[in-house]
C-alpha cells in the first residue's frame, strides 16, 4: 500500500479522523511547559466525567492526603499543572481507545490495558533512564503509542482480512507489514500527525519499536520502547533472559534483562497507586 492509500485510509477512520474537542484543547497544554492553573480548569470545567477521573486519581492513597481531594483546583496545587493535564488526556482518550480490536482478536479491555500498563511502565522506564522530569511525556507517549491499530483494524474490519495474535511475542509489525506493506507504527504516526499530536508523541508512535530511528525525543520513545516490552513480558509471562524476542530488543535498547526485572518492581501494588506514582512529575519513590 503506498503512501497516499495509507493517507486515505488515515484520513477516511470516521470517529478516528477527530478528537473530542477537549482532548484537543488539552494538546495545547501539553506543548507548554507552563500551562496556566486556569487554563486547566477552564478545560475540564467542561467535562463533567474527565474532572470525576482526575478526582479519583487525585485521592489515590500515594499522594496521601490528609483530607479528600474536592475540587481540580486542590488537585492543581498538591500534583501540579503537568500531572493533572496528562491525567486529563489518559481520561479524554479512555472512549477513543476503548475499543474491540476485531481484526486483531482483542478484546477492548485487553487492549485498553496494555495501553494503561506500557503507560505507567514507561513513566517508571523514564524515570529508572534518568529523565524524572518527563515521566508524564512518557506516560502520555506509552498510553497512545499503539493508536496505530486502531486504523488497521479498521481496515481488517472493512476487508474481512484478520491478524490473529494468538502466538507469543507474536511478530505484530511484520505480520502487518506482509499483509498491508505497512504497521501500526507508521499508520499511527500518521494518525497522531492528523490530530495534531506534538512531535513527542508522534516520535514514540512511530518509533517504540526501535528507539534508535527517533530524533531529538530519543529519550521518551526510548522509555516507551522499554515500557511496551515490560507490558509484553509481563501480559505473556516472557523470561527477559530467555525469550529470543525480548533478549533482542533489550540489546537493541542496550539494556540488561535486571533492568527489567528492576522496573518491574515499580508496577508492584494497586492499581490506583501505581497510576498516581506513574502520574506525578515528581521522580519516583525509592
Known amino acids: 500500500m503506498s503512501n497516499k492509500a495509507l493517507y486515505n485510509l488515515v484520513a477516511n477512520t470516521g470517529d478516528l479522523a477527530s478528537l473530542p ?6 494538546l495545547y497544554l501539553f506543548r507548554e511547559e507552563d500551562a496556566s492553573a486556569q487554563s486547566v480548569v477552564s478545560i475540564l470545567q467542561r467535562d463533567p466525567a474527565m474532572t470525576a477521573n482526575v478526582l479519583k486519581m487525585s485521592n489515590s492513597a500515594f499522594y496521601g ?7 481540580v483546583q486542590e488537585a492543581l496545587v498538591m500534583l501540579g499543572n503537568r500531572a493533572v493535564v496528562t491525567m486529563a488526556f489518559a481520561s479524554g482518550m479512555a472512549p ?16 485498553w490495558n496494555h495501553s494503561i500498563l506500557a503507560a505507567s511502565a514507561s513513566s517508571f522506564a523514564a524515570d529508572r533512564l534518568g529523565h ?13 503509542h499503539d493508536v496505530g491499530m486502531l486504523v488497521i483494524d479498521a481496515h481488517l474490519v472493512g476487508t474481512k482480512k484478520t491478524l490473529v495474535m ?5 511478530d505484530v509489525t511484520g505480520a502487518e507489514k506482509r499483509l498491508l506493506g505497512f504497521d501500526h507504527c507508521e499508520a499511527g504516526a500518521m494518525l497522531a ?3 495534531g499530536f506534538p512531535q513527542v508523541l508522534c516520535q514514540a508512535i512511530e518509533f517504540h519499536h526501535d528507539p534508535r530511528l527517533a530524533g531529538e525525543c530519543q529519550d521518551v520513545v526510548r522509555a516507551v520502547a522499554v515500557g511496551n516490552l515490560l507490558a509484553l513480558i509481563i501480559e505473556q509471562e516472557l523470561d527477559p533472559h530467555t525469550h529470543p524476542l525480548v533478549v ?9 534483562a535486571e533492568f527489567v526485572a528492576g522496573l518491574r518492581k515499580d508496577l508492584g501494588g494497586k492499581q490506583d497507586d501505581i497510576l498516581a506514582a506513574a502520574l506525578s512529575d515528581d521522580p519516583c519513590p525509592a
Open 193 to 195: 500527525d492528523n490530530w
Open 248 to 256: 533482542g530488543l533489550l540489546k537493541k535498547l542496550d539494556l540488561e
Open 96 to 111: 477513543v481507545m476503548r475499543r474491540d480490536l476485531i481484526g486483531y482478536n482483542v478484546s477492548r479491555e485487553r487492549f
Open 65 to 71: 492526603a490528609r483530607r479528600e481531594v474536592s475540587s
Open 21 to 26: 474537542t477537549t482532548v484537543v484543547d488539552l
Open 132 to 144: 524524572g522530569k518527563k515521566k508524564c511525556e512518557a506516560f502520555t507517549a506509552g498510553l497512545v
Open 166 to 170: 494468538a502466538e507469543p511475542a507474536f
